[in-house]
């Protein structure tokens, strides 16, 4: 059941933050006063993997300043989005987020997105300390 919940929580926590980071992004960039983020149904499975992997992950290298911390998630985050991301182009033919510019690898990672996936595994590092001290597993 524990892990079902970290699955879930961290699910819909990556999917709303992808939503709200395009509402802003489209406003920006199209002045779109509506703020209609977007998603894509197949991120559910990868945030919903961050969540089961940032248990183990944190325990292990707790004693390790953010800094470095901050650097290992932002490895991982990239190495599970490309795999992801390719494993899609397989086995649909596509890639929903396909990037373009020169700051990415094989449109499947965004380099210019560093600063904001460094953000998002400080914050999953809190979710995840959160849900262990209130959780009784």
Same mark, same amino acid.
């Given at each position: 059941? /524990? =892990? #079902?919940?970290? !699955?879930?929580?961290?699910? !819909?926590?990556?999917?709303?933050v992808e939503i709200f980071f395009s509402? *802003?992004?489209? $406003?920006?960039?199209? /002045?779109?006063?509506?703020? /209609?983020?977007?998603?894509?149904?197949?991120?559910?499975? *990868?945030? @919903?993997?961050? @969540? #089961?992997?940032?248990?183990? #992950?944190?325990?292990?290298?707790?004693? *390790?300043? !953010?800094?470095?911390?901050?650097?290992? $998630?932002?490895? *991982?985050?990239?190495?599970?989005?490309?795999?992801? &991301? =390719?494993? #899609?182009?397989?086995?649909? /033919?596509?890639?929903?987020?396909?990037?373009? @510019?020169?700051?990415?690898?094989? @449109?499947?990672?965004?380099?210019? $997105?560093i600063p904001f996936w460094l953000i998002?595994g400080y914050i999953s590092e809190l979710? $995840?300390? &959160?849900?262990?001290?209130?959780?009784?597993?």
């Amino acid at each position: 059941m /524990k =892990y #079902l919940l970290l !699955f879930l929580i961290f699910s !819909f926590f990556g999917v709303g933050v992808e939503i709200f980071f395009s509402s *802003i992004h489209d $406003y920006i960039r199209y /002045k779109d006063i509506a703020f /209609k983020g977007r998603s894509y149904l197949w991120m559910f499975p *990868i945030y @919903g993997a961050w @969540g #089961l992997a940032i248990g183990p #992950l944190y325990n292990l290298i707790d004693f *390790i300043p !953010f800094a470095i911390r901050g650097f290992i $998630y932002l490895v *991982i985050i990239f190495a599970g989005e490309f795999c992801y &991301g =390719y494993i #899609l182009k397989i086995a649909i /033919k596509k890639c929903p987020w396909e990037y373009k @510019g020169r700051w990415t690898l094989l @449109g499947l990672v965004n380099l210019l $997105y560093i600063p904001f996936w460094l953000i998002f595994g400080y914050i999953s590092e809190l979710i $995840y300390r &959160g849900f262990i001290s209130v959780t009784i597993y």
